[in-house]
């Protein structure tokens, strides 16, 4: 059972144009949900978060979005940058900072490529 | 920021070899470490979580006696491959959780086990 999932394997967009990224979840009881970059032979970077309280998260060229009606996250990361090349992960994990996180369930991770 | 040092970074060896892969918490005390494995192009799979003192839990499906798992240290956990075989190839990545951090884990740049 998929709790975590990202439906788009891939996603190509343009240097200079947003990316989007997505991610369903299935689990009432997560709380807190993460973004990782991973580049290959390497673990994940972490990226951005957001609590369950919140709707949205800002940090730069990267911005989370959450709604917790539909159980959809998604990653907008504005202007794309070649650099941003990478295999993004979404994570979900019940409890929070204050109170212990559980495990972190990953998604199957996004292939983006942002060409010059 | 924390940092958590995954050794080795790669390892080729033979059938029937044992390999051990250590993963430290470099400037924070770990109680709990997870370990990972990730097949091509699909997601991370927690495989373990490894308590500081005590048996590791281990997620269903994974071979106890396969993967040896041991936390003697608040800064060092170890997984032992037994008598790998080629089907235990993959990249196998540590994570650490530090109490005192707003993420829930710190990941190890991963271990490429290639078993001929």
């Known amino acids: 059972d998929q709790q975590v999932k990202q439906n788009s394997p891939s996603l190509s967009v343009q240097e200079g144009r947003i990316s989007i990224l997505n991610c369903d979840y299935t689990n009432s009881m997560f709380d807190y949900f993460l973004w990782y970059k991973k580049y290959p032979a390497e673990g994940p970077t972490f990226l951005i978060s957001i609590s369950s309280i919140k709707d949205k998260n800002e940090d730069g060229r990267f911005t989370v979005f959450l709604n917790k009606s539909a159980k959809h996250l998604s990653l907008h990361i504005v202007p794309s940058q070649p650099g941003d090349s990478a295999v993004y992960f979404c994570?979900?994990?019940?409890?929070?900072?204050?109170?212990?996180?559980?495990?972190?369930?990953f998604g199957q991770g996004t292939i983006l490529t942002v060409h010059p | 920021g924390a940092v958590v040092s995954q050794h080795p970074s790669r390892v080729i060896c033979k059938s029937g070899t044992s390999v051990k892969i250590e993963c430290r918490s470099l400037d924070f005390q770990a109680t709990t470490m997870f370990w990972y494995r990730q097949f091509p192009k699909k997601s991370l799979m927690l495989m373990a979580t490894s308590n500081e003192g005590s048996k590791a839990t281990y997620e269903q499906g994974v071979e106890k006696d396969k993967f040896l798992i041991n936390h003697a240290s608040l800064t060092l956990s170890t997984l032992t491959v037994t008598s790998a075989h080629p089907e235990d190839s993959s990249f196998y990545i540590c994570?650490?959780?530090?109490?005192?951090?707003?993420?829930?884990?710190?990941f190890g740049d991963g271990t490429r086990l290639s078993i001929l």
């Open positions: 994570s650490a959780r530090d109490s005192q951090a707003r993420q829930p884990q710190h």
């Open positions: 994570a979900a994990t019940p409890g929070t900072w204050r109170t212990s996180y559980g495990k972190l369930t």
